[in-house]
């Protein structure tokens, strides 16, 4: 399979914790996408990252990548219970279309 | 959701029988995909089109058939639905294409017994 991998599977930490979660992929990238999937609902794109890039930000979200090492890292900072849901890399692995990890599952305790 | 919108939301069906779902975007969007997701799998796409009635077969294609003849529209088709397809279905939109950011809908869950 081409997809991404995404570890850990589940996290749970406490409101006002900082939640890491890292995607691994295995061939060359022109980008990686973030994306957020609350229970029952569609993903919604979070972040891109270029190939060319090596970090990025958007509000509490912090995103890294190491081509090098073929992984990401996505930091979510001073968690809230909203951000309760499943994360998704997504990388096109060279091709034209995306290819999506299996997800982490955060819960974030209030 | 991005003004997508998918048909039906919840469907059941019996093994042997036609399914057809249905993709409706109000964005004038070039790119549109089908994917499924299931448990363990995360998401795999099954087709896409780069325009009306420009198609073509992703990872998980047997078994299913698309069409697109209008830019709003893209059916997905289970010619003859087994319970091996009983999934989530997701539809995106994209308007530069599949390396860039995709929009999804809802999504239609599809019980085969």
């Known amino acids: 399979s081409q997809q991404g991998e995404e570890d850990p599977q589940a996290l749970s930490i406490q409101e006002g914790e900082n939640a890491t979660m890292n995607c691994s992929y295995k061939?060359?990238?022109?980008?990686l996408q973030w994306y957020r999937q609350n229970s029952g609902r569609g993903l919604v794109h979070l972040i891109l990252?270029?190939?060319?890039?090596r970090e990025k930000h958007s509000g509490r979200l912090r995103v890294t990548l190491d081509t090098s090492k073929k992984s990401s890292s996505l930091l979510i900072t001073a968690s809230r219970a909203a951000d309760t849901a499943s994360y998704f890399c997504?990388?096109?692995?060279?091709?034209?279309?995306?290819?999506f990890g299996t997800g982490t599952r955060l819960t974030v305790i209030p | 959701d991005a003004g997508i919108t998918q048909s039906p939301r919840h469907k059941v069906t019996e093994t042997g029988t036609p399914v057809t779902l249905r993709c409706h975007q109000t964005?004038?969007?070039?790119?549109m995909y089908w994917y499924r997701q299931d448990p363990g799998h995360g998401l795999r796409l099954i087709h896409y089109?780069?325009?009306?009635?420009?198609?073509d077969k992703g990872e998980v294609s047997d078994g299913y058939s698309v069409s697109r003849s209008k830019t709003e529209d893209f059916l997905l088709t289970l010619e003859s639905a087994t319970s091996s397809q009983t999934s989530v279905y997701f539809c995106?939109?994209?308007?530069?294409?599949?390396?860039?950011?995709?929009?999804f809908g809802p999504g239609t869950r599809l019980l085969v017994l």
């Open positions: 995106a939109i994209s308007d530069i294409g599949g390396l860039e950011t995709q929009y």
């Open positions: 061939t060359s990238i022109n980008n």
């Open positions: 990252i270029r190939s060319n890039e």
């Open positions: 997504a990388t096109d692995a060279g091709a034209n279309n995306l290819f």
């Open positions: 964005e004038n969007h070039r790119y």
């Open positions: 089109s780069y325009g009306v009635k420009d198609t």
